[in-house]
T-cell receptor
């Protein structure tokens, strides 16, 4: 199993550009989530999904969209990138919900100029 | 919302020393987990421990839910223990809810 795979690992964008961060898992996990990590802070939840076709907002959803068309994939879209979205983004998954071990991808380091 | 505070913010140890990391939370929780982020940025789940005590090798964790804190013990520390340790909690709702993370404790273990 590859676990949770995030692509790309690094990305530089200009303000106003859009892009999609990819997240895929091959463990047949129901629950998937996106976090952002900023210096000196813990991880903050952006969006999460409890299964295909079901998504919900986390703590900091503004400026981000998600969809879950398959169990395996949970892409995160930045609609119009802003410097405040410069961060490291982590995708996580678990078999069912947050009361089980969360498996994290290796992260995407995103810089917005 | 719930406040999750970790202490100390930074900790520097010599290899072989023991340490205790603390996680305080402001409300009753249904779930508490500890994570380790290694120097390469990878996040690993250490413990799922809403109450009681668990041990895994040199690491152990205790959560006293009634007093709203959890402790992570690292014994005989090794340089590979370096990194950031996070606790995260779930408040209310269902197990399909949200985890709230603390700001982390940065641990540096010198050889």
């Amino acid at each position: 199993n590859a676990g949770v795979t995030q692509t790309p690992k690094f990305q530089v964008l200009k303000t106003g550009q859009s892009m999609t961060l990819q997240c895929a898992q091959d463990m047949n996990h129901e629950y998937m989530s996106w976090y952002r990590q900023d210096p000196g802070m813990g991880l903050r939840l952006i969006h999460y999904s409890v299964g295909a076709g079901i998504t919900d907002q986390g703590e900091v959803p503004n400026g981000y969209n998600v969809s879950r068309s398959t169990t395996e994939d949970f892409p995160l879209r930045l609609l119009s990138a802003a410097p405040s979205q410069t961060s490291v983004y982590f995708c996580a998954s678990s078999l069912r919900g947050v009361d089980q071990p969360q498996h994290f991808g290796d992260g995407t380091r995103l810089s917005i100029l | 919302g719930i406040q999750v505070e970790q202490s100390p913010p930074d900790l520097i140890l010599q290899e072989g020393a023991n340490s205790t990391l603390r996680c305080n939370f402001s409300d009753s929780v249904n779930n508490l987990q500890w994570f380790h982020q290694n120097p390469w940025g990878q996040l690993i789940n250490l413990f799922y421990i809403p109450s009681g005590t668990k041990q895994n090798g040199r690491l152990s964790a205790t959560t006293v839910a009634t007093e709203r804190y959890s402790l992570l013990y690292i014994s005989s520390s090794q340089t590979t223990d370096s990194g950031v340790y996070f606790c995260a909690v779930r408040v209310g709702g269902t197990s399909y809810g949200k985890l709230t993370f603390g700001q982390g404790t940065i641990l540096t273990v010198h050889p």
